[in-house]
């Protein structure tokens, strides 16, 4: 059964419009005629009554054989046939792969979810230049729109995260299009984890056997010593494995870091799904630290909601926390205080840029910021303690791996120069930030900032 | 581009409105390619990427000229106004920059060629994490174009500091590694220059965020604005 198309029945509209027009003229053109005195009434009216039938009859004519088929028999009513078109849309839609399909000027027609989402793309299809800058790529599809065949090309992108991509273009011939018989099928694949292993790879062996050499080095020197002229003085063999024990201890610390900064960057860009309470988190920190505070006898004081959700792996947010709090406590004078507070939900810039609380010296600096998202909100949690405070040139460097501000010695009881690091890291994955503010003489105050969950934002969002 | 969203009684006119958009962000690409590739190439001491930063180069040229006719055509034939006016306006600026970021770059990248001789230095880490920033400004920039959002080209604007910042502690560096050992005068002084031209870059991407902000909202960016 033939259904009419779609392009039969705006033709019927067409010669309907027609016609009245024609009629209605005629009409006039009589009516002035006899206004004028040119024809009597009745022959006025017959004109009009004839003008009349004949367009009638034209216009039954027209539609009648235009679409003879025309009826109620012909209705949408029957069962659709399953629609293999729909089911391959449905297979599309649910593919993880990005595919698009560009058409002529390089304008997106068509993008199914996962896309949509690799892209950052909206509703509204554009250009494809509009999302997807990269001039090898946009090269290759204008090749296949000329309907060439193409190679599949590479592409990596600096920013906002480091990612590598395989793009593979063909051209598809588009039956129905005579002017612009071509269209380009666009695939992309994500190879960023697979670039990302090989070359932490090789940073991973570069950095740890630099910072291992000096241990190593020391405890080489120790062990000659031991065996020449100390082998039998008692004393200084009890000083030395005291140190040599210290030197071991160190290597291992910072193997664990070098491993969970590792672990952390593999998956830096797959953001945790999970969620977890902030506040609840705090808690559990304090009492882990509490043999530390006790030590040096610190008064900690938290100032934090009932609860407080954030999007995030709870495992990396409490690694973050715990190498917040500890470099707070080590940079901390004795009897001292350290303050933690969790604050939120606040937008973007409240949580990156609040009120300076170190007074008039103090200086600022973002050392990891997620990619703007006007509708995102963030729980913050800042860390404030009332150490030497760090000085304005050497904020940049901090989240450097192994950098430590001058003065500190990479000693025994001192930290692997990875901690912020690894702070940067999680909290780069998680899409959030981190900042810190500090006065020389005054203080620190270290904040990170997360995103909440979409449900705790809509009520964040309603309640204002 | 959100502005040739809004229909045109003329479609022809929408549709080249269109087009400059689909050119400014083309060469946007290409910029930012020619940009990553010269870094890659001081970084990883890489000399053979730089025939390609200089082949880039041409196009970049050759699409500036192209979005200058075709801001040419539009007001001489269209006589654009309101938004549409900004956004031809906007577009030859942004264009300037572009072709001026891409010429920095192409001198970062000549750079390399001269670094290749040299050992690497231990600074050349720093030069990586200052090319990163000024890549990612440069990425957000055109983001913005590209979707119309003043937000984060106000961003941009304000980030532009920590580029200052890490340029000048990198200078103070160099300086200071120059003066202890006179071996490093020679590298050093291609790598003080790179770190010059990618300030540079780091200004042209805040003054393509103030187009992009004059465009979206018809007023200057300024301070008291970007606070905001």
Redesign the interface.
């Known amino acids: 059964m033939r259904q009419p198309s779609a392009d039969e029945r705006p033709l019927i509209r067409i010669r309907r419009r027609d016609t009245a027009a024609v009629a209605a003229l005629g009409a006039i053109v009589i009516l002035l005629f006899w206004m004028f005195g040119e024809l009597g009434f009745v022959e006025t009216l017959v004109a009009i009554a004839t003008i009349a039938g004949l367009s009638t009859f034209y216009y039954l004519t027209v539609s009648t054989t235009l679409n003879p088929a025309r009826g109620p028999d012909v209705d949408d009513s029957a069962p659709a046939p399953v629609d293999p078109q729909a089911r391959a849309q449905h297979m599309l839609d649910s593919l993880p792969i990005p595919v698009l399909l560009i058409g002529a000027g390089g304008r997106i027609e068509l993008a199914n979810p996962a896309a949509r989402e690799f892209l950052g793309l909206g509703s509204a299809a554009g250009h494809l230049s509009a999302v997807l800058r990269q001039p090898q790529v946009l090269e290759a599809v204008s090749t296949a729109l000329r309907g060439q065949a193409v190679d599949p090309v590479e592409y990596s992108m600096m920013a906002p995260v480091e990612s590598h991509v395989r793009a593979f273009v063909a051209s598809l011939r588009a039956e129905d299009d005579r002017v612009m018989p071509w269209r380009a099928m666009l695939v992309l694949s994500d190879e960023t984890s697979i670039k990302r292993a090989d070359r932490m790879r090789a940073d991973f062996l570069a950095n740890a056997s630099h910072e291992l050499r000096t241990p190593l080095a020391s405890l080489a020197g120790f062990i000659e010593t031991l065996r020449g002229h100390a082998r039998d003085d008692s004393e200084a063999r009890e000083r030395f494995l005291g140190i040599m024990f210290d030197q071991t201890e160190r290597m291992q610390r910072l193997i664990n870091d070098l491993l969970s900064l590792s672990r952390v960057e593999m998956d830096e860009h797959v953001p945790p799904s999970s969620e977890t309470d902030l506040s609840a988190l705090v808690e559990d920190a304090r009492d882990y630290l509490r043999p530390q505070l006790e030590e040096k006898a610190i008064r900690l004081t938290v100032r934090k909601p009932a609860s407080a959700p954030a999007i995030g792996d709870r495992d990396q947010l409490m690694e973050v926390l715990l190498n917040l709090i500890e470099n707070a406590i080590k940079y901390s004078p004795e009897g001292s205080a350290v303050q933690i507070e969790i604050a939120g939900p606040l937008m973007r810039d409240e949580a990156e840029r609040p009120e300076l609380v170190l007074g008039a010296q103090a200086s600022r600096l973002t050392l990891a910021a997620p990619a703007s998202e006007p509708r995102e909100r963030y729980f913050a949690v800042r860390i404030r303690d009332e150490g030497k405070g760090i000085e304005r040139r050497n904020l940049p460097r901090l989240s450097e791996r192994f950098y430590r501000v001058d003065g500190q010695k990479s000693g025994p009881k001192e930290g692997t120069g990875l901690g912020l690091a690894i702070v940067k890291h999680i909290v780069n994955r998680h899409r959030g930030g981190f900042t810190v503010e500090s006065a020389p003489g005054e203080g620190s105050v270290f904040s990170v900032f997360l995103p909440v969950p979409a449900a705790v934002r809509e009520r964040a969002r309603e309640s204002v | 581009?959100a502005l040739s969203?809004t229909a045109h009684i003329v479609t022809a006119y929408g549709e080249e409105l269109?087009?400059l958009?689909?050119e400014l962000?083309?060469m946007?690409?290409?910029v930012?390619?020619q940009l990553?590739t010269a870094?890659a190439a001081i970084v990883r001491r890489d000399a053979s990427l730089v025939a390609g930063v200089r082949e880039?180069e041409k196009?970049v040229n050759a699409m500036q000229d192209d979005v200058e006719k075709r801001v040419l055509r539009l007001f001489a034939l269209r006589q654009p106004l309101a938004t549409d006016l900004r956004m031809t306006i906007s577009a030859l600026k942004i264009a300037s920059d572009l072709e001026r970021v891409g010429d920095l770059a192409k001198n970062i990248a000549y750079r390399a060629e001269d670094l290749a001789e040299y050992a690497p230095l231990s600074l050349l880490?720093q030069v990586e994490?200052l090319g990163?920033i000024v890549?990612?400004q440069?990425?957000?920039v055109?983001d913005a174009l590209?979707?119309a959002d003043v937000?984060?080209a106000i961003?941009v604007w304000r980030?532009d500091d920590?580029v200052d910042?890490?340029y000048?502690?990198l200078v103070?560096q160099m300086l200071m590694s120059m003066t202890e050992d006179p071996g490093q005068v020679e590298p050093g002084v291609h790598i003080l220059f790179v770190a010059k031209n990618l300030e540079r870059i780091g200004d042209h991407a805040t003054n393509v965020a103030e187009a992009v902000h004059f465009m979206v909202t018809a007023g200057p960016l300024e301070a008291d604005d970007a606070k905001s």
């Open positions: 581009m969203k269109d087009q958009a689909d962000a083309r946007g690409g290409m930012e390619t990553e870094l880039r196009q880490d994490r990163a890549v990612k440069l990425h957000e055109l590209s979707s937000e984060p961003r980030t920590e910042e890490r000048n502690a103070r």
